[in-house]
T-cell receptor, first 112, second 112 residues
C-alpha cells in the first residue's frame, strides 16, 4: 500500500527565511505529485502539480521538485511571510490509479 | 467562479438518523471524490467517481454510499451514521488526470 510521509510535522521559522518542506513516498510508479495548502477551517488549495516526466514546477516564491528514483519531493518557499502560515500537504497519484494518497502534512508557522 | 460547493458546512446529528451531504461542481469535471480528515490519520479517500454512473470504493468506504446521476453532483450518504463517522469531510473534483484537484470548504459532521 502506498505511503506518503511528511517530515517535520511542524515547523516554525522567522519571517524572511527560506525553507524546505519534505515529502517521501514508497511507490516510484508515480503519475504525479501534488502540493496543497490548507488553512484552518478551510479546504485544500492546490499549489503545484509535478507530472512524472517533470523534475520541478515553480509558482511565484514556491518551487517544488520531484525525484522519482529516491521517492522524494520537496517544496521550497522563498522569503517566507506570515501569510504563508498554514498546513502543507503533499499527495501522490500512482500510475493507473484514480486515487490520491496524502501525507499527514507539515504545519508551518512564520513568525513576524 | 470555479468552485466545489458542499452543504451543509456543519451538522450535529444522532446515531442512526440518515443524512446526505451534497457536493456540486461547476467546472464540468468528470472525476469527483470524497475524503474524510481525522487528527493523526490525515486525509483518506472514501469513494470516487470517474464519470456519471461510475463509482468505486476508496480506502475507507464502510458505512457510506454515493451516487453520480449527474456530472455536477456527487452526494455522500450516511444511511445509519455512527459516532466513529464524526469527522471533517471534503469533496473534490478534477478534469484531466494531470490536472489538480479542486476541494470544497469541508463539512464538519458530529454524530452523537
Amino acid at each position: 500500500k502506498q505511503e506518503v510521509t511528511q517530515i517535520p510535522a511542524a515547523l516554525s521559522v522567522p519571517e524572511g527565511e527560506n525553507l524546505v518542506l519534505n515529502c517521501s513516498f514508497t511507490d516510484s510508479a508515480i503519475y504525479n505529485l501534488q502540493w496543497f495548502r490548507q488553512d484552518p477551517g478551510k479546504g485544500l488549495t492546490s499549489l503545484l502539480l509535478i507530472q512524472s516526466s517533470q523534475r520541478e514546477q515553480t509558482s511565484g516564491r514556491l518551487n517544488a521538485s520531484l525525484d522519482k528514483s529516491s521517492g522524494r519531493s520537496t517544496l521550497y518557499i522563498a522569503a517566507s511571510q506570515p501569510g504563508d502560515s498554514a498546513t502543507y500537504l503533499c499527495a501522490h497519484s500512482g500510475a493507473g490509479s484514480y486515487q490520491l494518497t496524502f501525507g499527514k502534512g507539515t504545519k508551518l508557522s512564520v513568525i513576524p | 467562479e470555479a468552485q466545489v460547493t458542499q452543504n451543509p458546512r456543519y451538522l450535529i446529528t444522532v446515531t442512526g438518523k440518515k443524512l446526505t451531504v451534497t457536493c456540486s461542481q461547476n467546472m464540468n469535471h468528470e472525476y469527483m471524490s470524497w475524503y474524510r480528515q481525522d487528527p493523526g490519520l490525515g486525509l483518506r479517500q472514501i469513494y470516487y467517481s470517474m464519470n456519471v454512473e461510475v463509482t468505486d470504493k476508496g480506502d475507507v468506504p464502510e458505512g457510506y454510499k454515493v451516487s453520480r446521476k449527474e456530472k455536477r453532483n456527487f452526494p455522500l450518504i450516511l444511511e445509519s451514521p455512527s459516532p466513529n463517522q464524526t469527522s471533517l469531510y471534503f469533496c473534490a473534483s478534477r478534469g484531466h488526470s494531470n490536472q489538480p484537484q479542486h476541494f470544497g470548504d469541508g463539512t464538519r459532521l458530529s454524530i452523537l
